[in-house]
């Protein structure tokens, strides 16, 4: 297998444990009819393990020097359904270039960078050609914060789950990384709920969670301009104290806030 110098800068930790990467290909069900995007292969762990599983996978990496011992991997094994794009996956979620590439119906699967996170699960929740099912290796405390119920919500929580369902399906230890990170990981399962952009949604929650241990009724009034009192009625008609603060509340009740104040302010 080719040499390369990581790159601690592109947040690289490349996965080394032959059986995680077994489970991580079971979890993500891939099969013969599924075209998968691959965001930042490395030395293909993920994608030497799916390619005869699957119709065809596109890579996208932006380390010159991991695509160029990539394709020589892939050469060396004869594989022949994996294409290789030198290029930063967020830039082409501009002008619909995964269209222009031919990725149409796919799932992604991608090692991550921990720093990209937040950023490319806004942008594949949000781009106009959505992907099925995401499956994402992230930081352990973001997928479980992801995925936290009432009580204990973020923005982050509110948002991937306004467009999906997530779910962390497993952990993986820091041991099987090279270089070995400072945390676990989780595989996380996203599946995008086919949910338009509401700004007046993220507007509102970006209100509630303004100042996250005040109360919302105060972050709501304050940030947006509305009267305590409509504020009031609505935490009143849906069962909730005056003095709770914004991560009690669930997706429906802030699509019902959303609502409620968009037809009283």
């Known amino acids: 297998m080719p040499l390369v110098k990581l790159k601690k800068s592109l947040g690289q ?34 994608t030497l393990e799916m390619a005869p599983k699957v119709k065809r996978i596109v890579c996208v990496e932006t380390d010159k020097e991991m695509v160029s011992s990539l394709n020589a991997i892939l050469k060396e094994k004869g594989i022949k359904n994996v294409k290789i794009i030198n290029d930063d996956i967020l830039s082409l979620f501009d002008n619909d270039k995964l269209n222009v590439l031919g990725i149409k119906k796919y799932k992604v699967v991608a090692n991550i960078p921990y720093y990209l996170t937040s950023f490319l699960i806004r942008n594949l929740l949000e781009i106009k050609n959505l992907p099925g099912d995401i499956f994402l290796i992230i930081q352990k405390e973001v997928g479980e914060r992801i995925c936290s119920k009432p009580g204990d919500m973020s923005i982050l929580s509110v948002a991937v789950q306004y467009y999906s369902e997530p779910k962390v399906l497993m952990t993986i230890p820091r041991g099987c990384f090279v270089p070995s990170p400072k945390v ?21 929650v970006k209100a509630g969670f ?56």
Do not use: C, Y
């Not at 079971?26 to 292969?41: R, Y």
């Open 13 to 46: 930790n490349l996965l080394k444990d032959k059986n995680q990467i077994r489970k991580i290909v079971e979890f993500s069900g891939v099969d013969k009819k599924d075209v998968v995007l691959e965001i930042g292969p490395g030395l293909g762990a993920l």
């Open 184 to 204: 676990d990981s989780v595989l996380i399962r996203i599946t995008p709920k086919g949910v338009k952009k509401d700004d007046r949604f993220f507007k509102i």
């Open 210 to 265: 303004s100042h996250p241990r005040k109360q919302l009724i105060g972050n709501l009034s304050s940030e947006l301009g509305i009267n305590r009192e409509t504020i009031k009625k609505w935490l009143n008609d849906n069962n909730l104290k005056p003095g709770e603060r914004a991560e009690v509340l669930s997706i429906k009740q802030w699509i019902n806030l959303t609502e409620h104040l968009s037809r009283n302010s």
